[in-house]
Antibody
Framework: QVHLLESGGGVVQPGRSLRLSCAAS????????MYWVRQAPGKGLEWVAV????????YQADSVKGRFTISRDNSKNTVYLQMNSLRAEDTAIYYC????????????WGQGTLVTVSA | QSVLTQPPSVSGAPGQRVTISCTGS?????????VHWYQQLPGTAPKLLIY???NRPSGVPDRFSGSKSGTSASLAISGLQGEDEADYYC???????????FGGGTKLTVL
């Protein structure tokens, strides 16, 4: 069955960096677009970054543009989120999610990893 | 402010039927992009509940149903149970933003 497992979260000081990983299993990873979606404490869902199935297209939300970078290694069935210049407002649970085409839904989600940006 | 508008909260007694609305615009729901619904139980990740506006993934009870009309969509939950207490989010695609968009979420309380 499809499984997504995030890791790499933790407590980090403002201005520092963190890299999240999402290990996928149970499906042909290289065939799917993948997203990172975050949820600040008590808030709703916000997409952060997206990467196409082969890594050729990548986009970030305006709120993280220039600071966050998404990448993937299809040989390792893993998608990454490199987060630089972290701010307090980046504090959130970060989920990786599989993007289903053509309906454009998120059909599977990981359990999430918590990132806390605090001095 | 979310592109898709949902009521912050709804409530109902066990056994009752509740609906959650999701209002968009001509560049998302009104442009015939599908609407999807997610259920987020307390302390867990979101789970796909309804896709393509009407369809249920396997394992989702038929107490949950979706509909769409014009620039709005709705999620209906009949025969409310305590285990339905959760946050519910709608999601679509917006052609003006060229992005996926979410509703702000609705907290369902079972009285």
């Amino acid at each position: 069955q499809v499984h997504l497992l995030e890791s790499g979260g933790g407590v980090v000081q403002p201005g520092r960096s963190l890299r999240l990983s999402c290990a996928a299993s149970g499906f042909t990873f290289s065939s799917f677009t993948m997203y990172w979606v975050r949820q600040a404490p008590g808030k709703g869902l916000e997409w952060v970054a997206v990467i196409s199935h082969d890594g050729s297209n990548k986009y970030q939300a305006d709120s993280v543009k220039g600071r966050f970078t998404i990448s993937r290694d299809n040989s390792k069935n893993t998608v990454y989120l490199q987060m630089n210049s972290l701010r307090a407002e980046d504090t959130a649970i970060y989920y990786c999610a599989r993007f289903s085409m053509p309906d454009m839904s998120f059909d599977y989600w990981g359990q999430g990893t918590l990132v806390t940006v605090s001095a | 402010q979310s592109v898709l508008t949902q009521p912050p909260s709804v409530s109902g007694a066990p056994g009752q039927r509740v609906t959650i609305s999701c209002t968009g615009s001509s560049s998302n729901i009104g442009a015939s992009f599908h609407v999807h619904w997610y259920q987020q139980l307390p302390g867990t990740a979101p789970k796909l509940l309804i896709y393509d506006s009407f369809n249920r993934p396997s394992g989702v009870p038929d107490r949950f149903s979706g509909s769409k009309s014009g620039t709005s969509a709705s999620l209906a939950i009949s025969g409310l149970q305590g285990e339905d207490e959760a946050d519910y989010y709608c999601q679509s695609y917006d052609s003006s933003l060229s992005d996926v968009v979410f509703g702000g979420g609705t907290k369902l309380t079972v009285l």
